[in-house]
């Protein structure tokens, strides 16, 4: 059996680290850009190139954007006081997709782990604690959404949250849990938007 070229086999097993990819598509693709103009495939790589150096993380909620700040906490339209809080940017933009939602987010960077090694101490609930602290000195209401998945981590992740929240004795704090139109398992991402939509407006107080 003949064997490829060495720069074809080291761009499939590039594309093969990519979540997702496996021999099989990683193969395809490569193909696929060995049979496009010269330019796409210079233009895809100089925007490979660049997406680290370009894009930052907001340091308000830890989304993802160009600039200090993206552009939902940006935008004067949303409500500060109505935090959802998910587990990565892929569930933001889940919820963003049906459109509706009028608050901001808190993207925590993952959940709550052991056997991954991934601790309280490794997301971004600190931060969450502390801008609540803060917006509850300026808002007659506050309400948080707890949107992790409805997986086992999501759920331990939403219960560590919400203890940490009780404990600052904040009387005009809400806290909500994304409803059940979400079966026990699944993750926002890969939820459609009916889904998404149903779980969102049935939240309830926790």
Do not use: W
């Amino acid at each position: 059996m003949a064997e490829l070229p060495k720069s074809i086999r080291d761009l499939v097993e590039a594309f093969e680290r990519l979540p997702g990819i496996g021999p099989k598509s990683a193969t395809r693709l490569v193909f696929y850009l060995l049979n496009t103009p010269v330019a796409y495939t210079k233009d895809l790589g100089q925007m490979v190139a660049e997406i680290k150096s370009k894009v930052k993380t907001c340091k308000v909620c830890y989304n993802m954007g160009e600039d200090d700040l993206c552009g939902v906490c940006k935008s004067d339209k949303r409500k500060k006081n109505m935090i959802c809080v998910v587990e990565r940017v892929v569930d933001l933009l889940a919820i963003e997709n049906v459109g509706g939602f009028v608050g901001v987010y808190h993207v925590l960077g993952g959940s709550i782990n052991p056997l991954d090694h991934v601790g309280p101490d490794d997301l971004k609930i600190l931060e969450l604690i502390s801008r609540v602290k803060k917006l509850s000195e300026t808002e007659d209401e506050i309400e948080v959404i707890l949107a992790s998945n409805p997986t086992m981590e999501g759920e331990a992740t939403a219960l560590y949250i919400k203890k940490k929240l009780e404990d600052l004795g904040i009387e005009n704090l809400k806290l909500t849990r994304i409803g059940s139109g979400l079966p026990i398992g699944s993750d926002l991402e890969y939820a459609d938007s009916a889904t998404v939509a149903r779980a969102m407006e049935g939240r309830r107080e926790v």
